[in-house]
């Protein structure tokens, strides 16, 4: 079918723009309406989860204690919020997929030969990120918090800030574990190299644990425990990097074309 729509019409022109636009809309509409329905099928759970994402933190309570809502609507509102973060969490993948389904169109193929893989690999990594803090991070750390306060002190923590308290590092040691994506992706584009990348480690080690203060609360198991797993997996991206050859340059090419 020949397209029929003159170049020089200003309306031609606008018309792509319109459809990429209605697409986009389609493709969000798409996954907001998915976050709702895990939303809708979590919901009746909502207590069960939070008492999982609690139980770090109730298993190392002192006998007696237990956690309190200070707000009239805590009760309430904690699960909910995190009902829908978790409907959110849940839903990555599928919103991945319609933001890949989107852009895939405009790629080249070595472009999507490789998108794919990533894709898929920031998913997990940002899933083992958060499962590393419940499961390492949290016993350790709340059994420092709960072992260091004075003796006639009873530790009854409020659920509200609490769900606040993990939800900040959830995403900090999800993001945090997205360092091998970055630095292969700054390798394979050609922004930097495996060797400029390895005589940084010095100024990467001080980052890490200046992102780790930045990101944690302040006390240095919390910001030891961000640091030294986002430096492991910064050398986990350089390793991986050095398999990836460096893509020429434009202007290499164009002097590969003149000679």
Partial sequence: MTDSRDPKDPDSSQAPLIEHLIELRSRLMRSVIAIGVIFLALYAFSNDIYSFVAQPLMALLPEGSQMIATEVASPFLAPFKLTLVVAVFVAVPYVLHQAWSFI???????????????????????????????????????????????ENVAVMTDINQYLNFVLKLFFAFGVAFEIPIATFLMIFSGVTSVESLSKKRPYIVLACFVIGMLLTPPDIISQSLLAIPMYLLYEVGILFGRLVHRRPSPDADDDSQDD
């Fill in 104 to 150: 895939a169109p405009g790629l080249y193929d070595t472009e999507k030969s490789i998108a794919i893989p990533l894709l898929a690999s920031s998913v997990l990594l940002f899933y083992g990120g958060a499962a590393f803090a419940y499961y390492v991070v949290f016993p350790l750390l709340f059994e420092f918090f709960t072992q260091t306060g004075p």
